[in-house]
């Protein structure tokens, strides 16, 4: 009996071998015809790969979203509008602008002058809401520059210039305009720029918008985008879910003690608090070696160690803004120091691609490479009626400043929360 039955463990256990290194085989190779995890996992489970296995080798996911996408032929510039049309357009446009960056070289100095006119070539357009050191944007493109820059910037162009790619560009802490050289292809930078109506201008190209920077591009026509109604997302009176949200943050829901002081519930856990208030917001504090720490912190270079600092902390807020089920995404808008010498890293709230003014929705410190406090504000939005925008030629008219950089966001005003064209200063772009 006993026989027979290690025969057919045997005869089992070669079927499996046989059944593993036939998947191995067939279900997913690479160019060199190496199996890879990613096409197994997605014949296997009919399910898209994990996270950690998508896009290109080596690329992160971006902490912050483009503010503005634009694009330049022989037709005019055309800038996408928010949400699903400016995230098609940049899927388009980024690979084009890893490949430049991460190749640039022959860095110089230019004129404003010399930048304005580049401005009119065949070119993409990148900005964000605040300026970030030059590797970071190379690594959220995936690309690993082999020597790191000193750049802070928070807008570029990858322009053609005859049969070369360059990148030009204005560094934020030196004041001082660059171009540069880059090994990317132009023919493949012309493909990337579609076949869109021009729909914008830059600044400087038009006597309607005196106003603003001449360097920032201005959409033509107005816009129209919904108002929303927001309410926070309260876990004061819930059971089962702030358990996960306290795990989250690294406490022990089963052995921290649990407080309670007018309707707001605190769980304490050594020298970690973590509090939620009846308005919907988490506040988390933990002070000496408690907090938690992210892997970033072990890397000796101070430029990479703030890449993957940076990263580690999106991740986190992503994390745990996916655990309390709020509307939006969260996009990375300010990164500083902050009073008590931590890094301070504050997210927007994006909803179809506009942010939330005047209301992070998440807002981090970390201290000696640890997360030593957070505060989340998690919402929920509704959809109301549709808004037309002020027409940027009439907002510019109506501000009565000078080189203001204009933009999109939702304002608070009379329970709604409203899409309208503000500003932001701070000099030149």
């Not at 926070?232 to 996960?244: D, L, M």
């Not at 990263?311 to 986190?316: L, N, Q, T, Y």
């Not at 009379?414 to 500003?423: Q, R, S």
């Amino acid at each position: 009996m006993r026989e027979k039955i290690k025969t057919a463990v045997i005869v089992i256990l070669f079927l499996l071998m046989a059944a593993l290194a036939y998947f191995s085989l067939t279900l997913g190779m690479d160019e060199r015809g190496v199996p890879t995890l990613d096409t197994i996992y997605r014949r296997l489970f009919s399910k898209e790969a994990p996270p950690e296995y998508a896009g290109r080798p080596g690329m992160i996911r971006p902490a912050a979203a483009p503010e503005k996408v634009c694009v330049r032929d022989a037709r005019g510039l055309y800038m996408a509008n928010h949400g699903e049309e400016k995230e098609s357009l940049w899927q388009t446009c980024a690979p084009v602008c890893g490949e430049a960056l991460g190749s640039m070289s022959d860095v110089s100095g230019i004129t404003r002058e010399t930048y304005l006119s580049y401005l009119k070539s065949e070119l993409i357009y990148v900005s964000y809401d605040c300026a970030f050191p030059l590797s970071m944007l190379c690594a959220w493109l995936g690309v690993e520059q082999t020597e790191i820059s000193p750049y802070v910037l928070s807008s570029y162009i990858v322009m053609a210039e005859q049969e070369q790619v360059k990148i030009a560009f204005y560094d934020v802490n030196e004041k001082t305009y660059y171009e540069a050289v880059t090994a990317a292809n132009p023919q493949r930078l012309r493909d990337s720029l579609g076949a869109q109506a021009a729909n914008a201008v830059f600044a400087f190209e038009s006597g309607n918008f005196a106003s603003f920077d001449g360097a920032e591009p201005v959409l033509l026509s107005a816009q129209t985008l919904k108002a929303l109604t927001g309410e926070p997302i309260s876990f004061v009176n819930q059971r089962e879910r702030p358990k996960e949200i306290v795990s989250a943050f690294s406490i022990n829901p089963y052995l921290a003690k649990i407080y309670s002081k007018q309707e707001t519930v605190v769980y304490v856990e050594g020298f970690t608090v973590l509090s939620m208030s009846p308005d919907g917001q988490i506040t988390y504090t933990a002070s000496g070696s408690q907090g938690i720490e992210l892997e970033g912190s072990a890397e000796t270079d101070e430029a990479r160690r703030l890449v993957r600092t940076v990263e580690d902390v999106r991740a986190f807020a992503d994390k745990v803004w996916k655990i309390l089920g709020a509307d939006g995404t969260l996009s990375l808008c300010y990164c500083g120091k902050g009073e008590t010498g931590a890094e301070v890293y504050s997210f927007d709230i994006l909803v179809s691609g506009v942010a939330v003014a005047d209301q992070a929705g998440a807002t981090i410190a970390v201290h000696s490479g640890r997360i030593s406090s957070a505060v989340f504000s998690p919402m929920r939005f509704t959809e109301g009626d549709d808004v037309r925008l002020l027409p940027y030629k009439q907002a510019s008219f109506a501000l009565g400043q000078k080189d203001v950089r204009p933009c999109v966001r939702y304002i608070l005003k009379d329970g709604l929360y409203t899409p309208a064209v503000c500003y932001l200063t701070g000099g030149e772009s």
